[in-house]
């Protein structure tokens, strides 16, 4: 983002693999291949902030020999590596797109997740995470380099995958859901929401430093996030009531733990202090986000089964 004022005159840069990437009118596409894109020499010379989105996301069936060097390679060293490059460039600040996995797995419903929490990572993405926030706190201290840090739960939009995307298939294919008596909570992103924060991260003067948790400000259920989804597609969700400590022996049984887990229990976090620093507020209801996923989700199958028809 070239220096100048305001937000409607940024001017973007984009890093990407596919030169044939689609990109918003006006963005700049910079091409870098492969995993080793951040570890190479980019031209940040004219380049105030940058808003670093890139990583290797957490993968449910992991088949490399050491997952930990793996993540570590991509979300650690390739952040700190762009992090030294744009702090020798003279850029003024560093906006990470972390994890709430840095803050650990679950929460009570009553006790979200807070910014100054010690992490506790569970898994080798949040600890990657972790080792790349604990860097960029390096390199402020040392290059003075402003360093924002934000750390999402899931988050969801056009093109969603994973978890979201297959329970949109088992919601548009009617299957009944054994849910219904699942009591949980769980914050979460809507891409729009996540967005429009991070534009506030890059001229917000007072987050610098900080570690800004983010959310829709609204937590759902399982049932509830289920039922939504079902509105949008104009369909009656079929949900059953299965006591949950059912589901988790289960889950057990199948080797699904961290799967049934996801769906019956909590993750809440607190995002006052986002609010405060940034006079934020989510502009978009999940109601409305969700929506605009199925649409694109269905637009998508459409297009797949027109394809395959053809």
Same mark, same amino acid.
């Given at each position: 983002m070239r220096r100048l004022e305001g937000v409607s005159a940024l001017h973007?840069?984009?890093?990407?693999?596919?030169?044939?990437?689609?990109?918003?009118e006006g963005v700049t596409p910079v091409l870098a291949a492969g995993d080793q894109a951040l570890q190479q020499a980019l031209p940040l010379d004219d380049v105030d902030v940058v808003v670093h989105?890139?990583?290797?996301?957490h993968i449910m069936r992991d088949v490399a020999e050491e997952p930990l060097a793996e993540f570590r390679k991509?979300?650690?060293?390739?952040?700190?590596?762009?992090?030294?490059?744009a702090a020798q460039a003279? &850029?003024?600040?560093?906006?990470? $797109? !972390?994890?709430?996995?840095?803050?650990?797995?679950?929460?009570p419903v009553a006790e979200p997740f807070r910014p100054n929490d010690l992490p506790a990572p569970q898994d080798a993405y949040g600890q990657s995470k972790q080792e790349a926030e604990e860097g960029l706190g390096a390199i402020m201290r040392d290059k003075g380099m402003e360093v924002v840090i934000v750390r999402p739960p899931l988050v969801y939009g056009p093109g969603v995958k994973a978890n979201f995307a297959r329970l949109m298939r088992l919601v548009e294919l009617g299957l009944p859901l054994p849910l219904a008596s699942v009591d949980n909570r769980r914050s979460l992103v809507g891409l729009?929401?996540?967005?429009?924060?991070?534009?506030?991260?890059?001229?917000?003067?007072?987050?610098?430093?900080?570690?800004?948790? &983010?959310?829709?400000?609204?937590? $759902? !259920?399982?049932?509830?996030?289920i039922r939504l989804i079902a509105r949008a597609m104009n369909k009656k969700p079929r949900l059953l009531p299965v006591p949950p400590r059912?589901?988790?022996?289960?889950?057990?049984?199948?080797?699904?733990?961290d799967e049934v887990e996801r769906l019956c229990g909590s993750l809440c976090v607190d995002i006052s202090e986002t609010k405060r620093l940034l006079g934020w507020?989510?502009?978009?209801?999940?109601?409305?986000?969700?929506?605009?996923?199925?649409?694109?989700?269905?637009?998508?199958?459409?297009?797949?089964a027109e394809q395959t028809r053809s």
């Open positions: 973007v840069k984009a890093l990407v693999r596919d030169q044939g990437a689609r990109l918003p989105c890139a990583a290797r996301a991509v979300n650690a060293e390739g952040t700190i590596s762009l992090a030294q490059q003279g &850029v003024r600040r560093f906006v990470f $797109l !972390s994890s709430i996995k840095v803050n650990g797995e679950s929460t729009d929401n996540l967005v429009d924060m991070l534009i506030q991260c890059i001229h917000a003067p007072n987050v610098a430093g900080k570690t800004l948790l &983010v959310s829709d400000g609204q937590d $759902l !259920s399982t049932p509830d996030l059912a589901l988790h022996l289960l889950g057990r049984m199948l080797g699904k733990q507020t989510p502009p978009h209801s999940p109601e409305e986000q969700i929506r605009r996923t199925v649409d694109h989700y269905l637009k998508q199958h459409a297009a797949t």
